[in-house]
């Protein structure tokens, strides 16, 4: 097995693009990936994406992709894992170039959420959950996390005033983020008095419905610094997963998948959370972040909302999360997520996040989740001497 | 890189399965293979998929049948690459083995066409073409293909009758599997008078909608005769891809990424066409085969139909097609059709093909296609000694 670097990255800024189509949006993030590496060729591309068929009657996206980007003739899939495809084709990628069949991968995540065929966008989502026992009872996604949110609240005395903390610290960075959707900072006071979604979920505990493209270009650890100035090392690449419907799991308020994926990541990048600088965690919902950090170890069961109020979070903290806006403010086009944050963690990395900057970075992690947890993959980043 | 080895196979019957959920499908395969190897772990599960999302409304397969199978906790993405995808996960599984990062790999082909939500099949399948530019033209599979048909039937002189000797023979064929949807015998007389479906296309020259699901386990070579007695070597996994749509291609009736992807297959096994014992090819309508035969050398351009024509694609013939009925008589369930023609050449392999035995197969060679031939993987398998 190969060590693997990042040799280069590239993001489209996240929003409602009504005249950008998919295949437009995927080329100008994977262009400027290959652009930044440098290189103009790969051997594969690996596309993650979750709703291509059902929100734009287009399956097929690897050959496409591939065909209008100029690689024509390359080894190009679809991976798909719910909201988890971003980081599963970038770990398909991974596999391809760590056990040596492929030199040169690149992975663009891609999603298009506005301007579609049809079915309306929550149902398309909610396929994500379990057809048979969840989405066939009329649980949506926000049904599902609102009672989650509801039972940590319940379970550990919280008020559902205190996860303000997080929307608070994810606008406050995506403020400053300019490939981030929403770049304004919220007040508690404003959290308070935002619309109420699916009780007790509100609009600002929620991630928005958007368009994206984040794309990662691959190449062996060995061959990094000769093809780019600033490679990044992946320490970790890991996947844990779960039953899809909630009551299958052993505790809801646990995301196993999570805790598997993690210890993955750590066992094979030999660290703990203690070494992680930087955490971009899969903040699709207030109580995903909550859960997220307790399953990454970095509190203990019911304590990761405690970090957050504990002022524990922020770029300067112990742990920062969300650190260009996460998917609260960056946004969440679902299959692309998991680029975006591998991305965001490699311009850290990188001394390049601007007045998000993470002073000192060494080593970060992204964490990308498909459905309410059944489907996690984490990768650990670190940087190249 | 490791050689790898198949270990175990499983299939369900394809058919028009009503009572029958695609989880269900799915499990069914792979417990077979899972029970055929041997072994009740597996390090990662592949799932080949088209259309989960847009006929069943289930997206996230990986994370749903490895749950289901009792492999929760294990890696398991769904990977998609139109009606290549059955044959795209195996390929994915076989990059995870050669090189190391995983040991076991289940990978499981399904599609689920009957019982759906819609959109019609029709809408959906044509997901694998051109959205933009011939989906939206209102362009269906079998329209696609009648354009090629007619194309190859002017330029080379032949009439629509001659095609006879494709769905004559896969049907030869299909009558003898059990796992097949259509076991019955058709004569050229039924062939001349069959239903027309979209000139020059007619119901005998087109694959069926149905639901089914096959199944392959790999392993590393080296642990596979401790494993299992009868492994099959995996001599080269390949893949090539090309436009999808077929006004972007340089010549309509030369599939290039077949080309591509069965060239890379032979320099990988060291072998050429006139080594290839059998060939499961991907004849979805006939003039798919004809194509296909030409693209992976045994048949220079305009000579593919010749090849039937001059009866040398039967069991104990020259090249072998379609041998437990190919696509247009065993079925065609479009995500796992690639790994059917697999689990087919490994039953060859293994001597265990009954009435449609291959004599002394020592090579088989399955090519699967997504699309109108925009994704083509292609494995040769080989008897292990």
Chains 1, 2 share one sequence.
């Not at 009551?247 to 995301?255: E, Q, S, T």
């Not at 699709?284 to 509190?299: Q, T, V």
């Amino acid at each position: 097995m190969r060590d693997v670097a990042i040799i280069g990255v590239g993001q489209k800024k996240v929003g409602e693009h009504w005249d950008v189509s998919l295949r437009h949006l995927a080329l100008e993030a994977l262009q400027a990936a290959m652009a930044d590496a440098g290189v103009a060729q790969a051997d594969a591309l690996y596309v993650g994406n979750m709703l291509s068929g059902e929100l734009t009657g287009q399956e097929h996206l690897g050959a496409l992709i591939a065909d209008f980007a100029g690689l024509r003739g390359i080894e190009a899939f679809k991976i798909e894992a719910a909201c988890g495809s971003g980081a599963a084709a970038v770990r398909m990628g991974y596999v391809a170039v760590a056990g040596g069949l492929a030199d040169i991968v690149a992975v663009v995540g891609v999603e298009k959420m506005t301007d579609t065929l049809g079915p309306d966008t929550t149902t398309a989502l909610a396929m994500a959950a379990d057809g048979d026992y969840e989405a066939s009872q009329g649980v949506s996604f926000v049904a599902l996390n609102a009672l989650l949110m509801q039972r940590y609240m319940y379970e550990y005395g919280y008020r559902h005033q205190d996860f303000a903390a997080f929307a608070v610290n994810a606008h406050r960075n995506g403020a400053n983020n300019p490939f981030a959707m929403f770049r304004f900072p919220v007040t508690a006071e404003r959290f308070a008095k935002a619309k109420m979604i699916c009780t007790p979920v509100n609009l600002l505990d929620s991630s928005p419905i958007c368009d994206g493209a984040a794309a990662v270009v691959l190449a062996p650890a060995d061959a990094a610094h000769a093809l780019s100035t600033a490679p990044v090392r992946v320490a970790a690449s890991a996947v844990g997963t779960d039953a899809l419907a909630v009551h299958d799991r052993r505790d809801p308020l646990v995301l196993d998948g999570a805790v598997l994926s993690t210890r993955r990541a750590y066992e094979q990048a030999g660290v703990g959370p203690e070494d992680i600088d930087l955490f971009e965690l899969h903040d699709a919902f207030s109580i995903m972040a909550a859960l997220s950090l307790e399953a990454a170890g970095f509190a203990d069961k019911g304590q990761g909302l405690r970090l957050a109020l504990e002022g524990k979070i922020g770029i300067e903290d112990r742990i920062p999360i969300a650190t260009m806006g996460g998917l609260k403010a960056r946004g969440h086009p679902v299959g692309a997520t998991g680029t975006y944050q591998i991305v965001e963690v490699v311009q850290q990395l990188r001394g390049l996040a601007g007045a998000n900057q993470v002073k000192n970075a060494r080593m970060g992690m992204a964490q990308n989740i498909g459905g309410s947890g059944a489907t996690v993959i984490t990768h650990i980043l670190g940087r190249m001497e």
